[in-house]
């Protein structure tokens, strides 16, 4: 049986709760780091089938490589049907400003982020 929609599944060793995690990572350039993620809404059947095969609860990652930060979103998938609504084919997750810290405020979201510097790299 395929299982196309999770990439990981993990267990919340504070809740106990068994996790069925889809990843969707973007790395934006210098100049284009407040532009969305766009997430296809066949997503969402793909994880909640996957999820339900594996008696887990559905969740997304969202990683975004941006200039010198790497940012991480993980909240399940009931929270971003509630800030999505059905709609259009695709969600855009955004990435301004106001957004990182609207995110930073919804307890369901849980929010790192790294910085990072490089030091040498070719040219």
Do not use: Q
């Not at 990981?8 to 284009?32: F, Q, Y």
């Not at 991480?72 to 999505?84: E, G, H, T, V, W």
């Not at 990182?100 to 790192?112: A, G, H, P, Q």
């Amino acid at each position: 049986m395929d299982h196309t929609g999770i990439d990981i599944i993990a267990k919340n060793p504070h809740t106990k709760e068994l996790m069925g995690i889809s990843v969707k990572s973007r790395s934006r350039g210098e100049g284009k780091e407040k532009e969305s993620v766009s997430i296809g809404r066949d997503d969402f059947d793909k994880i909640k089938k996957a999820c339900k095969s594996f008696g887990c609860a559905p969740y997304f990652a969202i990683v975004v490589d941006a200039k010198d930060k790497i940012y991480c979103f993980i909240l399940p998938l009931k929270r971003i049907l509630k800030m999505f609504p059905v709609g259009k084919n695709t969600l855009e997750w955004k990435m301004g400003e106001e957004y990182l810290n609207k995110y930073s405020r919804d307890s369901e979201i849980k929010v790192f982020e790294f910085t990072h510097r490089t030091y040498r790299w070719w040219r």
